[in-house]
């Protein structure tokens, strides 16, 4: 019986693996010099945890999550995304350990049931970040441009920096008055969802992709001129600190993110290159989510980006891998393979590349075996040459040439090679 991945899931291998694990170098590299800790939150959790972080009205909780009961009768769900795992986390674990345990970054698969299209899986990746316990508009930009430079070390200077506040627990109960005011008289002619939304969180109007419901909010109330002056000083100043910090970005007056429990500052990095679907990473700042969550009243900022959108539009682009000089071991009788079996361990000790033949076959077939493999040399013994204490040094990049090598002088050779 033959098998295939599940419609949605994908296998990441040779040579896209390379992609990623690039990737995520660099993201590990920029959170750990800017003070942030790792954290891997299991994949399942409970059901009732993203039904309160991330909102009855999002698309994740009303159409998207994996949810199940188990056979205990406890409803969990694979996790759909990841802040809510990590508030959770830093809640159970890290609230009580004092401000060194604040700041954290997270790579991982994330579940959600929905269409599958190109840099759209059900099975996909994030890599985001979040830092609890600050309410300054530094720590906001500070995100925001650690995201930022991750996209400039990878090259992507065409992605662009989209901002908005969505206010707080004070004036965004006006700016909903003010969206309702509009949007009631053109309930009817609103999509089935957004009607529906309308009476629950009208702001997720706004984040609805039918092109009917969009001609439709031309002119709705901005949020930005609802704003109370404590939010007015707190977006300035988070537009104060981006401009410090030489990150370009735009307003977007219509940008509300898809999760329920954003406030003030939203952000989104989006490129032209991704279709309808152009949001590359995505965060803001969510003050009230840890005490939702059975916390105490913390402040919270953070942002997540997709592994596979990401990966897509690096699919042109030149990257520099680490390329270690590759170096393969031929053989021939088995008292040859014996004696160079240890150097295959003692070589990558300094750092090479290396592979043998552990088949036994033919000179010949071993050689094409190391031009299939692309590598600069091959050290080349029988059971003569070792009995003399001698192999055989291939080049096999640039002149060909075969040279002889004592034994005992091939790992001194390999590192004064390292130093050229």
């Known amino acids: 019986m033959r098998f295939s991945a599940i419609k949605g899931m994908h296998d990441v291998g040779p040579p896209e693996i390379k992609t990623w694990n690039f990737i995520e170098k660099i993201a590990r590299e920029i959170f750990e010099q800017a003070a942030f800790f790792e954290l891997r939150p299991p994949l399942l959790e409970e059901e009732a945890l993203f039904q309160h972080a991330v909102g009855n009205t999002s698309d994740i909780v009303e159409k998207e999550m994996y949810a199940f009961e188990d056979r205990n009768g406890k409803r969990i769900a694979l996790r759909p995304e990841g802040t809510a795992s990590l508030v959770r986390a830093y809640i159970e674990r890290f609230a009580g350990a004092g401000g060194q345990y604040s700041r954290f970054y997270y790579l991982g698969p994330m579940f959600r049931h929905e269409r599958p299209q190109k840099g759209r899986f059900r099975q996909f990746t994030q890599i985001g970040a979040e830092v609890f316990g600050a309410t300054s508009p530094y720590v906001d930009a500070e995100v925001i441009a650690l995201a930022n430079q991750l996209f400039k070390k990878l090259g992507l200077d065409s992605i662009r920096l989209q901002l908005n506040s969505l206010g707080c627990k004070d004036c965004r109960p006006v700016y909903r008055q003010e969206l309702l005011k509009v949007l009631e008289p053109l309930r009817e002619q609103l999509c089935a969802q957004c009607q529906d939304r309308l009476g629950r969180n009208p702001l997720r109007v706004l984040d609805c992709k039918n092109p009917s419901c969009q001609n439709l909010l031309q002119d709705i109330p901005k949020s930005l001129d609802s704003l109370c002056e404590p939010c007015v000083d707190h977006f300035n100043g988070v537009q104060k600190s981006l401009r410090d910090l030489n990150v370009a970005y735009e307003i977007n007056d219509r940008l509300v993110r898809g999760l329920d429990y954003y406030v003030r500052t939203a952000f989104e990095f989006v490129s032209g290159d991704l279709g309808a679907q152009n949001a590359v990473a995505g965060g803001g700042r969510y003050d009230g989510l840890v005490e939702n969550l059975g916390g105490a009243p913390t ?16 699919e042109n682009q030149t990257l520099p891998f680490s390329n270690p000089k590759k170096i393969f071991i031929a053989s021939l009788g088995q008292k040859a393979f014996q004696a160079l079996y240890p150097f295959l361990f003692k070589l990558r000790d300094l750092g090479y590349w290396v592979h043998t ?25 029988g059971e003569l040459e070792i009995g003399r204490g001698l192999l055989q040094l291939k080049n096999m990049k640039e002149s060909g040439e075969n040279k002889e090598i004592p034994l005992e002088s091939l790992l001194g050779f390999f590192e004064e090679m390292k130093r050229i």
């Open 357 to 381: 033949d552990f088949e036994g076959r033919s000179l010949k077939a071993q050689l094409r075996e190391a031009n299939r493999w692309e590598v600069d040399w091959t050290l080349i013994a």
């Open 299 to 314: 402040p919270a900022i953070g942002f997540a980006l997709g592994m596979e959108r990401l990966v897509s539009l690096l």
